[in-house]
């Protein structure tokens, strides 16, 4: 290996890396507020990447249907449970409406507007506005339907739950998009000449638009009010409820966020390569290995491990390419074994 | 985890009837369910003599096979408390291992076993040391890693033939007799499953057992009686390795060809899906969920895509929703259901009369027992214990006392 083809390495290394590390944040943000490790967040990338790629295809995605439905579901399980309380009952009008607009109007509106308009040639900054409108919306659909009737429940059941909402995603995911994978039209065809290094534009947009996202996050965790409450949660979740933080509303907003960050990893990596109903799972993975790096709880490790997964495993496919998922997931046992040694075995209360 | 259940052995309050009454009841209950265990086996024995179509005896095959992995989840995740989903890469481990002596070396298939299962257990071991002193979350995470690793390590090697696998496996013969078809197959996968089925069940009413059931939850007071909670969780892990890895060998005569698609991550979460589903923290509830899955995936798999009008697993979709249902709504599973049905009394009963334990040797007067050197507690800058150092010998008391009078209770030593 020379040094041109191991700065390309690195080049690629870094580009996946900023996208494990994005990932890495929500696992992280996701699990100390709500302890769900987040197995589903890979899918939230394939969805964002094909519900993109379906709209540059010609045709209309289907994820707006899925988007309809657990509208319809998520309504239906809140308004039976305003009804159902007395204490909720004496605003059920105002109550019912607030729902009825967030769980049916929306995704209406969504829905129709892009059954009639996404299969036709639209401008890109207009498609990848829509991406995130349609899929953004499952995230915190999801946490009512699958996690807030656990949300007291231990972590292994939350893990066994994420288990159980990755498998009916991914399958999902099949319905809608097809088994075949797709690629995107890239953001820039640019290339800039560094010495004897080609820098793809593309890759300067992935790491640009995390570079930018992370610093948001930092600005959103440190300086505004929902933030704080974000980071009071993770640290204390009865003492964020004592100081009136709504741990549901902290969970809710977690899972927008995850998604959120998700549906954005998948429009910057589908111009990069194909991507298939199932590519979000090793991916999402991948961004794991970087979160445990940090011990699922430290934002900046976490992102440097990322980073990590990245470099090692784009030098890795140089040296065995048949084994760089394996080199890749091994990777994880020493890092375990490290945590296991430095960190102090706290017991669950169970 | 309690997770998955509270209670293995249901209490039964009732205020009416006599402890004699109830104990009559819990010896007819008992009864009932040997009938029933032996009606169940005679079936089994019975199922490939009648002209069973061959295809009941394939799924019953699967089941057997499924039945055995998921019987050491349920030591492992519904009794121990800790969750595996990488139980296929152990059945992988068994089924590559047989097949490549067999078919490279012409070894016997039983070399092939006693190889695979001395890969199992030392791999099995290895993470387990790694893996199992972690808080609850490391373990399922680590065995997801290490899962997906097998995989496509078994996918990527030259010499186990990629993804295409190994072919042309030899039949197994048992004392002469070659398990040729699947009817003669299913023989033996049942009788593995029943041995394990009574081997786990004796090996829980045990005195390790019983250590093993406090593992949940409660690993502080188990080790406060002496239990070694971290050298436990490494046995039971390497004890459910073990089944999978014999079910792996099964596989591998039975199908006679082996790739890596079965033993991928999909395949390990589907069998600690087929414990939730019967009932994790009882051994039969195994073997239900592993039926009630088995028949069901093949359900599905004919109607759905007529549904859809495509081809491709959509099982999965149902899976995945019925398994967050099911975690919802009936965490303990299936079986207890049905144990509910037919109530009875707890299996075993404590022994009239048994022989006391054998008392342990006790030190001579004197003799050195703990010998504390430098012992430090620190609360931040506050230094509770400062370097303390004593020892105490057999039949002395010894007393702590602080500077400001605060005493720790004496150690009294006999």
Same mark, same amino acid.
């Given at each position: ?16 890396? =900023?996208?494990? =590390?994005? &990932? ?34 010609? /045709? ?5 249907? @899925? ?43 969504? /829905? ?25 919306? &499952?995230? +915190? ?24 909402? /990755?498998? =009916? ?42 570079? &930018? ?39 809710? @907003? ?16 589908? +111009? ?27 934002? +900046?490790?976490?992102?440097?491990? =990322? ?26 046992? +020493? ?5 296991? &040694?430095?960190?102090? /075995? ?5 | ?30 009864? *009932? ?9 005679v079936a089994l024995a019975l199922l490939p003599v009648l002209p069973t179509p061959e295809f009941w005896i394939t799924l019953g095959n699967?089941i057997g ?67 199992? *002193? ?27 033939? !990629? ?16 398990l040729q078809s699947g009817r003669s197959m299913f023989y033996?996968i049942w ?24 593992? !949940? ?27 999978? $890895? ?17 033993? #991928? ?25 592993? #039926?009630?899955?088995?028949i ?9 895509? !007529?549904?859809?009008?495509?081809? #491709? ?23 207890? $259901? ?54 105490? *010998? ?7 006392? #602080? ?12």
């Open positions: 290996m020379d040094l041109s083809i191991a700065a390309i390495l690195a080049q690629d290394g870094i580009t996946s890396g =900023a996208i494990y =590390a994005l &990932l890495a944040l929500a696992l992280v943000l996701v699990f100390s507020v709500t302890r769900v490790i987040f197995i589903p967040q890979g899918e939230f990338v394939a969805y964002g990447a094909l519900t993109l790629a379906a709209m540059q295809a010609g /045709h209309a995605p289907q994820t707006t249907w @899925l988007l309809l439905a657990m509208g319809v579901l998520t309504f239906v399980y809140d308004a039976a449970v305003v009804l159902r309380s007395p204490d909720l009952r004496s605003m059920a009008a105002r109550r019912l409406a607030v729902l009825a607009a967030k769980y049916l109007l929306f995704p209406v509106a969504v /829905h129709l507007l892009v059954q009639q308009y996404g299969g036709q040639p639209l401008p890109m900054l207009v498609q990848v506005a829509v991406t995130p409108l349609i899929v953004v919306p &499952l995230g +915190p659909m999801l946490y009512r339907l699958a996690y807030q009737p656990l949300a007291e429940a231990s972590t292994l059941v939350l893990l066994i739950v994420s288990v159980g909402v /990755h498998f =009916a995603l991914v399958g999902l995911g099949l319905v809608m998009f097809g088994a075949e994978g797709s690629r995107t039209n890239p953001f820039s065809e640019a290339r800039f000449d560094v010495g004897s290094l080609s820098v793809s534009g593309q890759s300067l947009w992935v790491v640009a638009v995390s570079g &930018l996202l992370i610093a948001a996050l930092y600005f959103f965790f440190e300086r505004t009010l929902q933030g704080k409450a974000l980071r009071a949660t993770a640290v204390n979740r009865l003492g964020a409820r004592l100081v009136g933080i709504g741990t549901t509303q902290a969970g809710r @907003l977690s899972f927008t966020l995850a998604a959120a960050l998700g549906a954005l990893c998948g429009v910057l990596i589908a +111009p990069l390569t194909t991507v298939y109903y199932e590519s979000g799972f090793l991916v999402g993975l991948k961004g794991f290995v970087g979160a445990i790096v940090g011990g699922l709880a430290s934002y +900046p490790v976490a992102a440097l491990g =990322a980073l990590l997964v990245g470099l090692l495993e784009s030098y890795s496919s140089f040296w065995a390419s048949a084994f760089k998922e394996v080199i890749v997931f091994t990777l994880i046992i +020493p890092v375990l074994l490290w945590r296991s &040694l430095t960190s102090k /075995h706290v017991e669950e209360e169970e | 985890m309690t997770m998955l259940t509270d209670k293995p052995m249901e209490k039964r309050v009732d205020g009416e009837g006599t402890i004699a009454s109830q104990r009559g009841e819990a010896v007819r209950g008992h009864l *009932r369910n040997r009938l029933l265990t032996l009606m169940f086996v699967y096979l499924y039945s055995i992995v998921a019987i050491g989840l349920v030591l492992l995740t519904g009794v121990g408390g800790m969750t595996s989903f990488g139980q296929a890469a152990f059945v992988g481990l068994g089924a590559y291992s047989t097949a490549y002596l067999t078919t490279q070396f012409g070894l016997s298939p039983w070399v092939g076993l006693v190889v695979g299962l001395i890969i199992t257990v030392a791999s099995a071991y290895v993470i387990g040391l790694i893996t199992m *002193r972690m808080s609850g979350h490391y373990l399922p995470l680590a065995t997801i890693a290490w899962g997906l690793s097998l995989f496509f390590l078994f996918g990527n090697l030259e010499f186990l033939g !990629k993804y295409d696998g190994l072919n042309g496996i030899p039949v197994l013969s048992i004392a002469g007799i070659e033996l009788l593995v499953v029943l041995l394990a089925v009574f081997a786990m069940q004796n090996l829980l009413d045990s005195r390790p057992g019983r250590a093993i059931r406090a593992l !949940k939850g409660g690993g502080t007071m188990a080790e406060a009686m002496g239990v070694n909670t971290a050298w436990m969780k490494v046995v039971i892990f390497v004890v459910a390795a073990i089944l999978a $890895c014999v079910s792996g060998f099964l596989y591998a005569h039975l199908q006679r060809a082996v790739n890596p698609t079965p033993f #991928g991550l999909n395949y390990g979460i589907e069998y600690l899906f087929m414990a939730v589903v019967g009932g994790v923290g009882h051994v039969w509830g195994a073997v239900l969920g592993a #039926g009630v899955l088995t069901l995936k093949d359900v599905l798999q004919g109607v759905l895509p !007529k549904l859809l009008g495509t081809t #491709g697993n959509f099982e999965i979709i149902v899976f995945g929703v019925l398994l967050v249902l099911l975690l919802q709504y009936a965490r303990d599973g299936i079986w207890p $259901c049905l144990r509910r049905l037919m109530p009875s009394g707890p299996s075993v009963t404590a022994p009239a009369h048994a022989a006391a334990l054998p008392v342990r040797q006790k030190p001579d007067a004197g003799e050195l027992i703990l010998d504390v050197r430098a012992a430090r507690k620190q609360f931040g800058g506050l230094v509770a214990v400062n370097d303390v150092s004593f020892q105490v *010998r057999a039949g002395e008391i010894i007393g702590l006392i #602080g500077p400001n009078g605060a005493a720790s209770p004496p150690r009294s030593i006999w």
